[in-house]
């Protein structure tokens, strides 16, 4: 069964830093881009950050460059995020998602995992 | 302020066809595949429309999508309960180098 299943969430205090992981299953992981996208209590989906399969490009959201870094484990079938200087915007469900190939969108997503900033 | 321009909410009767909008610019939706997805309450996105009209297996043929210009839009034709929920437009922007999403939709079965 394909699967994405997110970890790492929690509560942590601004200017604090986290590190959220997407373990992917079923499928073979380092022929996919894949997503973090992020969703604020009660708002709508936003994109974050995407990485090529082989981990030699990404792509950032303005709100995030510099802040958040996006990286891969192809031998471990993971995707990371990690967030540093974190503030109160930044409070989401992140969820990772595979973008399926020959631009078939994104097509596998995880449940999600919760960060909350706040002091 | 999103990249992607939604209306906020649409509404119909069962049976009735829906349609959403989604309006941005020559630098995502011109140039772009446009995808949509639908979110129910407490859940995960999923993929309803790829390249602006093609539909992932599983994804019922209520469901249609085009695009034309700077716009595209959703349609449900046939509208059911289940329908109930979020709807959202994306696209790659080559002036942001990175996926647009539009506000979002929330849909309602009356």
């Known amino acids: 069964e394909v699967q994405l299943v997110e970890s790492g969430g929690g509560l942590d205090q601004p200017g604090g830093s986290l590190r959220l992981s997407c373990a992917a299953s079923?499928?073979?992981?380092?022929?996919?881009?894949m997503h973090w996208v992020r969703q604020a209590p009660g708002k709508g989906l936003v994109w974050v950050a995407r990485?090529?399969?082989?981990?030699?490009?990404?792509n950032y959201a303005d709100s995030v460059k510099g802040r958040f870094t996006i990286s891969r484990d192809n031998a471990k079938n993971s995707l990371y995020l990690q967030m540093n200087s974190l503030t109160a915007e930044d409070t989401a469900v992140y969820f990772c998602?595979?973008?399926?190939?020959?631009?078939?969108?994104?097509?596998?997503w995880g449940q999600g995992t919760t960060v909350t900033v706040s002091s | 302020q999103s990249v992607l321009t939604q209306p906020p909410s649409a509404s119909g009767t069962p049976g009735q066809r829906v349609t959403i909008s989604c309006s941005g610019s020559?630098?995502?939706?011109?140039?772009?595949?446009v995808y949509w997805y639908q979110q129910l309450p407490g859940t995960a996105p999923k993929l309803l429309i790829y390249?602006?009209?093609q539909r992932p297996s599983g994804v019922p043929d209520r469901f249609s999508g085009s695009k034309s210009g700077t716009s595209a839009s959703l349609a449900i034709s046939g509208l059911r309960s289940e329908d109930e929920a979020d709807y959202y437009c994306?696209?790659?922007?080559?002036?942001?180098?990175?996926?647009?999403f539009g506000g979002g939709t929330k849909v309602t079965v009356l």
């Open positions: 998602a595979r973008d399926g190939l020959y631009n078939s969108g994104m097509d596998v």
């Open positions: 079923g499928f073979t992981f380092s022929n996919y881009w």
């Open positions: 990485i090529k399969g082989d981990g030699t490009s990404t």
């Open positions: 020559s630098s995502n939706i011109g140039s772009n595949h």
């Open positions: 390249r602006s009209n």
């Open positions: 994306t696209a790659w922007d080559n002036s942001l180098s990175g996926v647009v």
